[in-house]
Nanobody, 126 residues
Framework: QVQLIESGGGSVQPGGSLRLSCVAS????????MAWFRQAAGKERESVAR????????DYEASVKGRFTISRDNAKNTVYLQMNSLNADDTAVYFC???????????????????WGQGTQVTVSS
């Protein structure tokens, strides 16, 4: 059974940092591109960052570029999201997701993500 399990969420003050982790099991990790999504209360789920099978390529949603970094360690079956300079607009449930497809020039449609984690809450407030 495939499982993606996120961890590292919590509550931080504006300007703070968090590192999210997602550990995958039950799949050949290097065969999947990985992504982080987030969903704020009352809003649609949005893509935050994605990374290719080997980690050679990655891209970001505009509002997080320069603040967030996605990385992966295939030896540990883990994808990370380092989040710096957090602000209130980053408050959301963060999900990791896996896809066997990666489009170099376009975003990956959300329905093509085959596996999802359960989500971890990130709250940024004073």
């Amino acid at each position: 059974q495939v499982q993606l399990i996120e961890s590292g969420g919590g509550s931080v003050q504006p300007g703070g940092s968090l590192r999210l982790s997602c550990v995958a099991s039950g799949l050949s990790f290097s065969d999947y591109a990985m992504a982080w999504f987030r969903q704020a209360a009352g809003k649609e789920r949005e893509s935050v960052a994605r990374i290719s099978w080997t980690g050679r390529a990655s891209d970001y949603e505009a509002s997080v570029k320069g603040r967030f970094t996605i990385s992966r360690d295939n030896a540990k079956n883990t994808v990370y999201l380092q989040m710096n300079s957090l602000n209130a607009d980053d408050t959301a449930v963060y999900f990791c997701a896996a896809s066997s497809k990666f489009y170099w020039s376009d975003v990956t449609p959300i329905h093509e993500y085959e596996y999802w984690g359960q989500g971890t809450q990130v709250t940024v407030s004073s």
